[in-house]
């Protein structure tokens, strides 16, 4: 658990978040500052999560495929009733900016871009960059669609 979760965080963290906060400092033990951080956070998860659920979680989100018997995902969305709220971080190498580019190309939504240095956990960091994207999604009669899934020309 400890080592999934330093491998994790090295991932949704943005390499320029890790270099303004640590560069190549070390503590009064001679450790990174990096290394002491990921620790840090590594013990805290392999003390409070479930193994077992980690990786059915992990198996959960690799396996999921919303296209699979529906003609694929373009299929799949064009079918979707409920309208759609696209948004992705500038930063987050997980979940890469263009993915989100191209969901919102399928949906006829438009792609809300939150500027953070926090990688994937961006979405986490910039609560008001946030609140302001859910507050035009729920405003929004249709949020963003037509209810016949065309793109809303008013946005």
């Given at each position: 658990m400890a080592l999934a979760r330093r491998m994790a965080q090295i991932s949704y963290r943005s390499e320029q978040e890790l270099q303004d906060r640590f560069a190549a400092r070390t503590g009064p033990d001679g450790r990174f500052e990096v290394a002491s951080y990921l620790n840090?956070?590594?013990d805290?998860?392999?003390?409070?999560?479930?193994?077992?659920?980690?990786?059915t979680?992990?198996?959960a989100m690799m396996t999921q495929d919303i296209g699979r018997?529906?003609?694929?995902h373009a299929a799949a969305l064009r079918t979707?009733?409920?309208p759609f709220t696209v948004a992705g971080v500038d930063s987050d190498r997980l979940y890469p900016l263009r993915l989100q580019s191209d969901l919102a190309a399928?949906?006829?939504a438009p792609l809300h871009v939150i500027r953070s240095r926090s990688g994937h956990d961006g979405f986490l960091t910039e609560a008001d960059q946030v609140a302001a994207i859910v507050r035009s999604a729920l405003a929004a009669p249709s949020?963003?669609?037509s209810p016949r899934g065309a793109p809303n020309s008013t946005r």
């Open positions: 840090h956070h590594a805290k998860l392999a003390h409070r999560f479930d193994a077992g659920t980690y990786v979680l992990t198996r018997g529906r003609g694929g979707c009733p409920v399928l949906t006829g949020g963003g669609r």
